[in-house]
């Protein structure tokens, strides 16, 4: 089993930044991907933003070049999400979730969600 803590979330005005962080624990052999989703009330859960593991990235459009995902070195369990130039549109549940191999043996990767972390911005 793997488990996620996402924390960061908030209430900012329009303008402001937030930064978010995931952290996944428990039966870890490798990691194939790890990001971000976002859903909002009578919206699709859509991507913000997935890192993998040889340090690629995806971003959704509507984030691109506001947002940044990224790890630190020392911590290849834990990813951020800067968020810069927050508008009201971005208000939503965001939810970590990662594709992690669980074992050498494993013949499947696990994929998991967080319980998500809530951000809000105020026009």
């Known amino acids: 089993q793997v488990q996620l803590v996402e924390s960061g979330g908030g209430l900012v005005q329009a303008g402001g930044s937030l930064t978010l962080s995931c952290v996944a624990s428990g039966s870890i052999f490798s990691i194939d991907t790890m990001g971000w989703y976002r859903q909002s009330p009578g919206k699709q859960r859509e991507l913000v933003a997935v890192l993998n593991s040889g340090g690629g990235t995806n971003y959704g459009d509507s984030v691109r070049g506001r947002f940044t995902i990224f790890r630190k070195n020392s911590a290849r369990n834990t990813i951020y999400l800067q968020m810069n130039s927050l508008i009201p549109e971005d208000t939503a549940v965001y939810l970590c979730?990662?594709?992690?191999?669980?074992?050498?043996?494993?013949?499947?990767?696990?994929?998991?969600w967080g319980q998500g972390t809530q951000v809000t911005v105020s026009s």
């Open positions: 979730n990662t594709v992690i191999w669980t074992s050498k043996d494993a013949t499947t990767p696990l994929v998991s």
